[in-house]
């Protein structure tokens, strides 16, 4: 009987986690999307030097929280967004602002599909 109740306990511990987990997820990349939009928008509006400084701090951001999103989310979309924010860099760099523009938008939209899967609902809990 001890045994079946250490079993419960730790379903109980990884119920919880995976509560937690899901939960923090909305807060851990909406800032990030709302960065890269914003960096769109200045960008549309002519205020690119602006929009690069967002792009790399949103660009930051996403990496100081890459250890924690892989261990929680598919490496799939993960490498897709890495490799649009490299693209965002050299646009960034070459100045092509309609491509930065895009870039951004792209990114945030991504970015917010990977909280979205995993973001805190009973499906994802279950």
Known sequence: MGRGWLGVAILA???????????CMDNAHLPTVDMLQQAAEYTVNGEFGKGVLLGMEAK??????????????DHSPMDDVDA??????????TGEQPHFA???AELAKRIEAVAEAHKFSWWNVL
């Open 13 to 23: 511990v990884f119920l919880v986690g995976g509560l937690l987990a899901a939960m």
């Open 60 to 73: 930051d951001r996403w990496e100081r929280g890459w250890n924690g999103t892989a261990t929680l989310a």
């Open 84 to 93: 649009l924010f490299g693209e965002m860099e050299v646009y960034a760099v």
């Open 102 to 104: 895009a870039c951004c």
